[in-house]
Structures are given as structure tokens and as C-alpha cells.
């Protein structure tokens, strides 16, 4: 901030010279009350000095006007960081004399240097943020998890910060920027919270720094929040079309079902075409006339016996053992498959 005091307006005529045209000085910040910032010097006999537009409340506050020599102090400690510069004018007055009074208003520009009293002051971590959370288990060594952040309220150098990390930790921090990455193992850190803490140090001289706390928190190696929500978010989507493992226990269902149809076809196919060609067989035969059984005594042939002392029994043919196994195991095929059904 700049306090300026407005130009008094012109000289008289004949009027007096300031030894310099601009009073031009510099004054570092913090200066005792009542520090010499300039003297202006007029050459005359009997010359008086006041602060120009007197009435300028701000400027009055900061300096003060010697009346007979024209030394120009300070009223207050100067705070760069409130006020970096002042500009007033400093009224040279001759006593009067036969061809009347003389004056001449001499400008005077102060700049308030900077003095390295402002220590760092931590925007993250802060109190009210200052934690990352990290999982357990997975890779970030080379990825940036942080950035450290700090301001300094002084100027050039004096307000430039480096930052730096606590030993003994698997971080590593760019001393510029402030990025913070990894560089180790997190599985090697025991305890699941850590306070790590870090600093932040400008370039003043001497240099004045400040130390934050950092706090890491180490979750279990179990899918982060990001894949938490991608997972309800794609559960909630396969309700609403139907899909998801209903889907896929239904199409298993239905390719057991589409197989066991086709092997119970192809079985029955193989039954009818086995029966068939025993019966196409079994007319190719010549046909030969039964011939009657007598379990004893005599019979009369009239198409039906009748033994005399015993029943007539007509031979039946005899079905081959091997078929009937093939049968039973067509059957036991068949019963398991519907029970898998």
C-alpha cells in the first residue's frame, strides 16, 4: 500500500529551491519511533518547515516535520507488510521580508523495505486439513499422494519457501513445489495412523521457518471407495435389466435342458431303429408252423392243445441277454438325467 500526499500546488515566484528534487529515501520496516527517514534542506536565512496538507490524517500518523531544521522522522513503526511505501511534501517557508515571503514544498518518497520477520505459514497441512488416506497393499512409489502448501508474507527472497519432510518415513518431498511422493514400502509402516511431520523454511537471513503435522492414515488393502461405488452402481444396473448371475444361472439351466433333449432324442432314435430292424428282420424269416410242446401224455392238433395229462405250452422266442442290458442302461442314462433337471 501506497500513502501519497497530494502536491500543494505551485511555487511562488520567486521562490526557494529544495536541495534536491526529489527526496528519494528507503527505510527498513520495524524502525524505532522517532527514526530519522530524511532531512530537507533549503538554502535561505530564517527558513521554517511544515508537513504539506497537514489535515492528511494517515500521513500525520506515520511522520513528523522538524520546524527549524526539517528533519523528518518517523511517527510509528513502519510494517512493510501493512504499508510498502509513503509520498508527501515537506513546506519550506522564508520569513518575510521587504519583497514578502518565499516558500517552496519539497517532495519526500519513503519506501519501506522488507526485514524477514514473517515465518512460513502452512496452508496444508492446517489444522483443519491435514490428512491422506493410502491403502495397504497396493504400489505408489513414484506417484505424487500430496501436495505441501505454504505462504509467506514477506517479499523477494524472504518470502520464497523450500519444503522438507520428517526422516524415517517412505515419502519424499520437492523442495519447490512442495509435491510429496512415495518412495517406499507403506507395508513397512507398523501402526496404521501416522503423524509425519514437515517444514516449511524461507529464504531470509536469517531464515525463519515453521513446522506442520501431517496425518497419514493407512486403510486395509480392500477395494477403495472408487471401486465400492463402481460396484453398487453396476449391481444396481443389473437388477434393473435382469442381468448379473440370475442371468447367467438361467442360461446354464437352459443348456442342460437343450442337451439332455438332444441326448434323450438321440436315444429314442436309436430305439426305434434297433425295433425296427428287428421286425424287418423277423419278416424276412420263412414262415415255419409252430409245433406244439408236450409236457406229457397225447395231444390233438386243432390249433390249440390240449395235453390229456398235462398242459400244452407253445415255445416263445427268447429275447438275447445283452439287449435287455442295453435297455437298462438306456434307462438308468435317462433317470439320471432328469434327475439333474
Known sequence: MA????HSGENNWNSLQCGRRLYDVTMSENNPISATIVKVGVPGSDVTFALDNADNAFISSQVHVHATTGIVSSKTSFDRELVDTISFGVVATEAPAESGSRSVTCRVHVTIADVNDNAPVFEFPSPKNNTIVLTTGRRYEGNRVARLKARDNDFGSNARVTYTIEAGYPFAVDPKTGLMSVVGDLDSLAAQTAN??????????PAMSTTG??????????????HRDQTSRRRAANRKTGTGSNFWIILAIGVVIILAAIIITAIVAVLV?????????????????????????????DGM???????VRKTIAAVPASNIQKLQQVKIIVRNYMHVL
Open 213 to 226: 503435522i501431517l496425518n497419514l492414515v493407512l486403510e486395509r488393502a480392500e477395494m477403495d471407495t472408487h
Open 305 to 311: 392243445f390240449h395235453g390229456a395229462n398235462g398242459d
Open 273 to 301: 431303429f434297433t425295433d425296427r430292424r428287428r421286425h424287418s428282420q423277423k419278416r424276412e424269416l420263412p414262415e415255419i408252423t409252430p409245433l406244439p410242446v408236450i409236457d406229457s401224455g397225447n395231444a390233438k392238433h
Open 196 to 205: 509425519i511431520r514437515v517444514f516449511a523454511t524461507d529464504s531470509g537471513n
Open 3 to 6: 500513502a501519497v500526499s497530494p
